[in-house]
């Protein structure tokens, strides 16, 4: 019977364990997505010398456009979408602070005239920027999560004058790399 309930209260706190495991685990997999997505068409736009549009679509869809010549023209060709899975959707987790980069993110899609649902066009330029319609680079803060679960919170920061793509992950008291 000892045998019986330790086995028991054993199974008991795997079980707790595995949960919060798997939560980590698809928050994770939203982040890789978002990463190479991202990363992706920001190579693009170098590799081919294009501007690559960016619609942040809310709740979980990222969108990527390429910028057809003439330039300004404005025909664009799909060249990806991306969508975040399971339970997974652009979410600034209450209680989280503002990642380390500091790109004062209150909101799920952080960016410079993004509200609750971003209008703003951003792009990769084929000269290794993330730049807003106007042209000007532009710095932001992508978070994600999953609505009531702390653990899950996730954020991807772009600054805009290199493109560079940072990921970010809250271990419960501090955003982490």
Same mark, same amino acid.
């Given at each position: 019977?000892?045998?019986? +309930?330790?086995?028991?209260?054993l199974?008991?706190? +795997?079980?707790?364990g595995?949960?919060?495991?798997? !939560?980590?685990? *698809?928050a994770? !997999?939203a982040? #890789?997505?978002?990463?190479?997505?991202? /990363?992706v068409? /920001?190579?693009r736009a170098?590799?081919?010398? /294009?501007?690559f549009?960016?619609?942040?679509?809310?709740?979980?869809?990222?969108? @990527?456009? /390429? %910028?057809?010549?003439?330039?300004?023209?404005?025909?664009?060709?799909?060249a +990806?979408? =991306?969508?975040?899975?399971?339970?997974q959707?652009?979410?600034? #987790?209450?209680g989280?602070?503002? =990642?380390?980069?500091?790109? !004062?993110?209150?909101a799920?899609?952080?960016?410079?005239g993004?509200?609750?649902?971003?209008?703003?066009?951003?792009s990769?330029?084929? %000269?290794g920027?993330?730049?807003?319609?106007?042209?000007?680079? @532009?710095?932001g803060t992508l978070f @994600?999560?999953t609505? +009531?679960?702390? =653990?899950s919170?996730?954020?991807?920061?772009i600054?805009?004058? =290199?493109?560079l793509v940072?990921p970010?992950?809250?271990?419960?008291? *501090?955003?982490?790399?």
């Open positions: 019977m000892v045998v019986v +309930g330790i086995v028991g209260v199974s008991a706190v +795997g079980l707790a595995f949960g919060m495991f798997v !939560a980590s685990a *698809k994770d !997999a982040l #890789v997505s978002t990463l190479s997505s991202l /990363r068409a /920001r190579d170098i590799a081919e010398r /294009r501007n549009e960016v619609h942040f679509i809310p709740p979980n869809r990222i969108q @990527i456009l /390429r %910028e057809e010549l003439p330039a300004g023209s404005g025909v664009t060709t799909a +990806g979408d =991306t969508y975040l899975e399971d339970g959707k652009f979410l600034k #987790v209450p989280v602070s503002d =990642t380390p980069d500091a790109f !004062a993110g209150t799920p899609i952080a960016f410079p993004c509200g609750a649902t971003c209008a703003t066009v951003m990769f330029t084929s %000269e920027t993330f730049v807003d319609s106007t042209g000007d680079p @532009i710095n @994600i999560g609505p +009531g679960k702390t =653990t919170a996730r954020a991807v920061t600054l805009g004058t =290199t493109a940072h970010w992950r809250w271990d419960g008291v *501090k955003w982490v790399d």
